[in-house]
Nanobody, 114 residues
């Protein structure tokens, strides 16, 4: 599996960004997908996930602000991030589990200035 994330950048608090992740070498529609993030000096944490049939879960810290959705025709998963806060600053990773192993994309930096 290959995961390619994009869409990070620098944004002011209160702003928005949309992250994209395209997957290849998998039957995308059959896979649960997730976004994780790793803030500076902290552990990687789950932000949001979407199952193969569209069910979603969110970390409490992003509920009501972030939306995860998928486009099976385009083999892509997205993270719409609204009302961004400085504490959302992190490297964001697209991820899935393939053959029992968690796979990661290369990460995209999101920086939210106050």
């Amino acid at each position: 599996v290959q995961l390619q994330a994009s869409g990070g950048g620098l944004v002011q608090a209160g702003g928005y960004l949309r992250l994209s992740c395209t997957a290849s070498r998998i039957m995308f529609r059959a896979y649960d997908m997730a976004w994780y993030r790793q803030p500076p000096g902290q552990e990687r944490e789950l932000v949001a996930s979407v199952t193969s049939d569209g069910g979603t879960t969110y970390a409490n810290s992003v509920k009501g602000r972030f939306i995860i959705f998928r486009d099976n025709a385009g083999d892509a998963v997205y993270l719409q991030m609204n009302s961004l806060k400085p504490e959302d600053t992190a490297v964001y990773y697209c991820s899935t589990v393939d053959r029992g192993l968690r796979r990661w994309g290369q990460g995209t930096q999101v920086t939210v200035s106050s």
